[in-house]
């Protein structure tokens, strides 16, 4: 119970923040921070503990995405179906695929992901009658206020992290991690790997497909080319995964929220400081550190993940004994 | 019959191209047992080299010369600063490595960007545009001069690969790095060396490709997943599979482009690589045994 402490107090907190925190920019970015720790836990299942490293989340996010948008377009039907079908839309495509790409190891797996994500993001662009190609999908949004739609994203993130520990700690759970560290070793104990590695990846299909369907309803429009995008989608998904701690139930959930930070410091000059900077010191060089950081996210990006993998290659989460012993001089037994 | 033949000389002129991208990839992936996704970011890199010295008035075919080592340098620096020390690492996902490589490949094409900005760049020489006949199939003349150098490029690393000292070396590693390290190979320098001739090769391709594509920042993304096609269809780590990967690619997507049209053309690579993946799982390796 005692472990389970910190998460059940964060979650209190987390749903009480509207109740005081009225602000959109905020709620916008709580709300992306959700949605990532739904994609990063998922990945993280997927790769962190069933070793299938994937670089095409983006094509299960996308799925759920379309699912939505073509639901609404085509069958007038409310997005918010979507979010009923957009996970098992994600498995459908993700299973066959599964199927015959699992054959395959490692890398290849990794190289397999990668086309799947190109053959749907292309897919998506030319069959312009039935996806509306590159011009992509807009829907009126249901509610103007952004607190309901931070709600559902409070309740997917948490239904994904407990879903995510009940399965890690069930016998599937020490299945994953046993194709994770021994592909024939588990093989040879009757293990059926090809099987968990489908089930796993369904688990990771599902969730990121519903994410996906949250983004349709939340942001309101798509293009293949913001679903199915390998760098602020798949690649994300994987640096969520790796610097909040690969193979750890709650480190995606902290990467999540190193992530959305550093992108939406990136993105706004770190919160406007320089350009306060140099509007107060009149200085114009600081004024154009800001426009130049506004346009590095993408850099910060590449360099952080340079840098995570180089120094603490297991996260912050999973190296927090590192940590803790580097950076607070405390013994990591005690 | 003619647009086929005409569509067959495209697609070959292309893969010979494609084939000097792919063997660059195909040692890095041999020897380290990495696939290196910055691969088209390094070409990305080398085409802009081409592109600072055509404006100041250097032939692209020289700057080769420039840009080789110029990719030699930082492939070594890439490989001995950021992926060699992962090796030692104790991390439980294996491919850290690759990860690390997608890193460098964003944080490369951002650097470009800032640079030089999103526009595209085009390098016009005077034999950009300039085409020769045969019976009725035109030749571009500056994709078969490439053809030309590509082809000794490829020709003189396999020789380097199967005659010289170094070129056992690697062989060596990309086998057994276990054993080679027993022989007294080095397999540590071997790995750094081996990354720098990848970047070189790849380098070479992006200047041969500079006077007849248009350059701009994002152009590695595209490339790097030809390269890992190639390399999938030849077989990993083999050299004359990424020949054959090569010239199977071009020749697949100028078919493709003709008989489907334009907007087919990353599809078919994609289908292609996929077929692959299920019915000849190992690739063309499988088939020579090179």
Known sequence: ?334 | MDVFLQTLVAGVLKGGLYALIGIGMTLIMGVMGIINLAHGQLMMLAMYVTFVLNTMGVDPYFSLFVAMPLLFLLGVGLQKFLLNPLIKADTILPENQVLMTVGIGMALTEIVRFGFTSDYKYITTTYSNETFFLGKISFSMALTIAFGIAIAFTVAMFFFLIKTDLGRSIRATAQDKDAATLMGVNTGRITVITFGLGSALVAAAGCLLAPVYYIFPDLGGPFTAKAFIITILGGLGSTVGAIFGGVTLGLAESMGATYFGMEYEDIIGLTIFVLVLLFLPGGFKRLTKV
């Open chain 1, 1 to 334: 119970m005692k472990k389970n402490l910190l998460p059940i107090l964060l979650l209190a907190v987390l749903a009480a923040v509207p109740l005081v925190l009225q602000d959109n920019y905020y709620l916008h970015l709580l709300i992306l921070f959700l949605m990532w720790v739904v994609i990063g836990s998922a990945w993280n299942l997927i790769a962190g503990y069933t070793g299938q490293v994937s670089f095409g989340d983006a094509a299960f996010f996308g799925c759920g995405a379309y699912t939505a948008g073509l639901l609404a377009t085509h069958f007038g039907v409310s997005t918010w179906w979507g979010l009923a079908l957009g996970g098992f839309t994600a498995v459908a495509v993700g299973l066959p695929f599964g199927w015959i790409c699992f054959r395959m190891r490692g890398a290849y797996f990794a190289l397999a992901t990668l086309a799947l994500n190109e053959v749907l993001r292309h897919g998506a662009t030319i069959a312009e009658g039935f996806t509306g190609g590159m011009v992509g999908i807009l829907i009126m949004p249901s509610f103007v206020s952004k607190i309901p739609y931070y709600y559902i994203a409070l309740a997917l993130a948490a239904a994904s992290l407990a879903s995510l520990q009940w399965v890690v700690r069930s016998k599937p759970g020490y299945y994953f991690v046993s194709i994770r560290e021994d592909q024939d070793a588990a093989e040879s104990l009757g293990i059926d790997t090809h099987l968990y590695k489908m089930l796993s990846l369904a688990y990771a299909a599902f969730w990121t497909g519903m994410a996906g369907a949250l983004y349709m309803n939340y942001m309101g429009f798509i293009d293949p080319h913001v679903v199915f995008n390998l760098h602020d989608i798949s690649i994300m998904a994987i640096l969520v995964g790796i610097v909040g701690g690969v193979g750890t139930v709650y480190g995606p959930a902290v990467g999540s929220f190193v992530m959305v930070t550093v992108q939406e410091m990136f993105r706004s000059g770190f919160f406007g400081l320089f350009k306060w900077l140099g509007a107060v010191s009149g200085s114009d060089s600081l004024v154009r550190v800001a426009a130049v950081l506004t346009q590095a996210h993408v850099l910060g990006f590449g360099l952080l993940v340079v840098v995570v993998i180089l120094f603490l290659p297991n996260g912050i989460v999973g190296d927090w004994p590192k940590i803790r012993k580097r950076v607070f001089r405390l013994d990591a037994g005690a």
